[in-house]
Nanobody, 117 residues
Framework: QVQLVESGGGLVQAGGSLRLSCVVS??????????VGWHRQAPGKQREFVAL???????TYSGAVKGRFTITRDNAKKTVYLDMNRLKPEDTGVYYC?????????WGQGTLVTVSA
């Protein structure tokens, strides 16, 4: 079983930056061997895909964040990062870390990002 714990959310002005972290723990030897990503859910909206790091397909991003957000992995720290730049009010929401292993999808508890105009 895999556990995910996010951190790094907060309040930031439009145009600013934040770095989110997701610590991966459990029965896993390398986070480079599994797909790990981020989704977000804005108030009153459905959860949506943000970014994915995959050893098969590389890094992929939603159109809304491409060019502004970057996903990276540090296997030594078992941590996945989401660097968010040029933030916009529409980036506001709860950000969730997600991974899938052996057919089981795991989610973190989420971290809140609020971008003020």
């Amino acid at each position: 079983q895999v556990q995910l714990v996010e951190s790094g959310g907060g309040l930031v002005q439009a145009g600013g930056s934040l770095r989110l972290s997701c610590v991966v723990s459990g029965s896993i030897s390398s986070i480079n061997d599994i797909p790990v990503g981020w989704h977000r859910q804005a108030p009153g909206k459905q959860r949506e895909f943000v970014a994915l790091a995959s050893s098969v397909d590389g890094n992929t991003y939603s159109g809304a964040v491409k060019g502004r957000f970057t996903i990276t992995r540090d296997n030594a720290k078992k941590t996945v990062y989401l660097d968010m730049n040029r933030l916009k009010p529409e980036d506001t929401g709860v950000y969730y870390c997600i991974t899938s292993r052996l057919g089981v999808t795991s989610w973190g508890q989420g971290t809140l990002v609020t971008v003020s105009a």
